[in-house]
């Protein structure tokens, strides 16, 4: 039985991706933000804590795990859309989405790399927004959003090189603009239509093909 951890599983997409991998016979280690959110009642799915702007929670989650072989490491915690106008910006929470959505990745690929290495299919898979390409921004705004979202794509890239001679294979993916609360509300794709592809795309994905950035439909996207 494979094992994928998953971050950000209060809600929306990775509360999906937890339901569906547990439904395909995945062992899941579920973190969430607020362990009130835990998923209960399927008995492969462990609730863990795990906010991930916290290296606590990480040392903890850590030594909790040990060696513990991960096939699928799973970022998919996130916050924001908007900080404002130009002139009226909140710089707190520029910095709030930095934490979160840029370095905490970083902190739980650093922290799970060794799990994921002993799994058998030794994955790791970034959700990434459209956003964060600095090619497709055409309308501008959003500054913190897309700063960290085009921060973190740059070190999933440069994770994605560096964890190769282990035989791990990086993707960063774009869910398409889903309906969940991080989709800012009217967002066109269902959050199980979403999964469902990008799990599809994140199963798929080669080693040759390390270090990609695709939409959830595994169309490469510019950066
Ligand atoms: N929906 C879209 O259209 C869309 C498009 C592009 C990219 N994305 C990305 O998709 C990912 C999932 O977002 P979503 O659409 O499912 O929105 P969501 O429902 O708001 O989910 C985001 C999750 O991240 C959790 N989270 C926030 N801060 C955290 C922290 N410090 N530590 C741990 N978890 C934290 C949230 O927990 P709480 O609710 O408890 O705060 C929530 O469960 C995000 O990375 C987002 O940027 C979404």
């Not at 969430?32 to 959110?37: E, F, I, T």
């Amino acid at each position: 039985m494979p094992t994928v951890l998953i971050t950000g599983c209060d809600t929306g997409l990775g509360r999906e991706f937890a339901s569906q991998y547990a439904r395909d016979g995945w062992a899941v280690i579920a973190t969430h933000r607020d362990l009130a959110n835990a998923i209960c009642g399927t008995p492969s799915i462990r609730n863990h804590a795990l906010d991930v702007t916290d290296p606590d929670q990480f040392a903890a989650l850590k030594r909790e795990l040990g060696d513990e072989p991960v096939d699928l490491l799973l970022s998919n915690a996130g916050v924001g859309l908007d900080t404002g106008r130009l002139g009226s910006l909140d710089f707190d929470y520029v910095r709030r989405m930095y934490e979160v959505n840029t370095i905490g990745p970083l902190r739980l690929v650093e922290t799970f790399a060794d799990n994921v290495a002993a799994g058998i299919q030794r994955r790791v898979a970034v959700i990434t927004s459209r956003m964060g390409s600095i090619g497709l921004n055409l309308s501008g705004g959003h500054y913190g959003y897309r700063a960290s979202k085009a921060g973190l794509n740059a070190m999933a890239r440069s994770l994605a090189i560096d964890l190769f001679g282990r035989g791990i294979t990086m993707l960063l993916i774009h869910p398409g603009w889903v309906d969940t609360a991080g989709g800012g509300g009217g967002g066109a794709l269902p959050v199980d239509v979403s999964v469902a592809s990008m799990r599809g795309v994140i199963g798929r994905l080669g080693n040759h093909e390390t270090g990609q950035f695709l939409s959830y439909d595994g169309t490469p996207l510019q950066w």
